[in-house]
């Protein structure tokens, strides 16, 4: 009995006589056909042992987070307060402006019934510009409100000038109702202070103290000249003229120009009606908002 022929494998003997279909591209096409079922459930459950194997982990760590890691935040959240709170200042000085300080009050009496008030005030702040409405407050009454502009770690006096008053004007204080900050970025003004020593060089020359007579009284009275060494002019700039005997201060002249051109110098003759009062030095205190572009005079401008 012959044996049984084994079928022979026509795909062995098939050859392509275009080019385009190659033995071996067919035999894996024909694999690929025969298996596609196996292949589709082997991924699906590499797919299905993937996402059990993270979100299994997720779970793990959550529940453990919750069981442990939880109260541990919150105790080392509690130790930490402490130090949080001690740091605020910082942060806030990062972040914001830090409080305008009032080191002093100050009072004159210039004229009968007539009062100078001054209060020194602070501006700590490196880079924050502080536009201020103020006024004064004492024992029975108060001033009108008034407006000033603080520049980044100023010092100077704030003054209401002129207060007419029967009674003197005692526990005086200064209120500031409103404060608005503005900052100054780094890429506007580098260095802030060449920035404010640029356009703050104000001289005082040929300083000279005298007696003159006003009203049938010899007030004292001064002269100087003042000298624009900047290389700004300024639309109406304002000086506080500071009276000094010795290092005491004993009163301000409120000192206003129309304008004052770079290197320009101006003659300044001035009274201050209190006959009683003696100084012998001066100290020059400019209030001018040099980040403000409408106080220059543009070159070419008269």
């Not at 080019?19 to 071996?24: S, Y």
């Not at 019934?113 to 004064?136: C, S």
């Not at 009606?273 to 070159?299: C, G, H, M």
Request: proline share 4%; aromatic share 14%; with cysteine.
């Amino acid at each position: 009995m012959d044996k049984e022929k084994k079928p022979k494998d026509k795909l062995k003997e098939y050859i392509d006589t275009t080019g385009q279909l190659p033995n071996r591209q067919l035999k894996l096409g024909v694999w690929y056909l025969r298996h596609k079922i196996l292949l589709a459930r082997i991924g699906l459950g590499i797919l299905i042992s993937f996402c059990a194997s993270t979100v299994g982990f997720s779970l793990w760590k959550w529940g453990e987070y919750f069981l442990v890691g939880y109260w541990e935040d919150n105790r080392r959240l509690g130790l930490g307060q402490i130090a949080l709170f001690q740091n605020y200042e910082a942060l806030h000085e990062s972040f914001g402006a830090r409080d305008l300080r009032v080191t002093e009050n100050r009072l004159f009496n210039t004229t009968d019934r007539r009062y100078d008030l001054f209060a020194v005030v602070e501006n700590p702040n490196a880079r924050w510009v502080a536009k201020i409405k103020y006024r004064f407050v004492f024992a029975d009454g108060a001033t009108e409100t008034r407006e000033t502009v603080l520049l980044p770690a100023a010092q100077r006096p704030v003054a209401y000038f002129g207060l007419e008053s029967e009674s003197f004007p005692a526990n005086l204080r200064l209120v500031i109702e409103n404060i608005k900050w503005a900052a100054v970025d780094n890429h506007t003004v580098a260095d802030m202070a060449e920035y404010l020593d640029a356009r703050s060089l104000f001289l005082v020359d040929n300083l000279a103290f005298n007696s003159v007579g006003e009203n049938g009284l010899a007030v004292p009275a001064l002269s100087f000249s003042l000298i624009n060494q900047t290389a700004f002019g300024y639309w109406e700039p304002v000086f506080y003229v500071e009276l000094l005997n010795g290092n005491r201060v004993v009163g301000y002249i409120y000192l206003f120009f129309d304008k004052i051109i770079s290197f320009e110098t101006k003659p300044v003759d001035l009274r201050y009606f209190n006959e009683k009062v003696a100084f012998d030095n001066i100290r020059l205190i400019p209030i001018i908002n040099y980040f403000d572009e409408s106080v220059y005079i543009e070159p070419g401008q008269k």
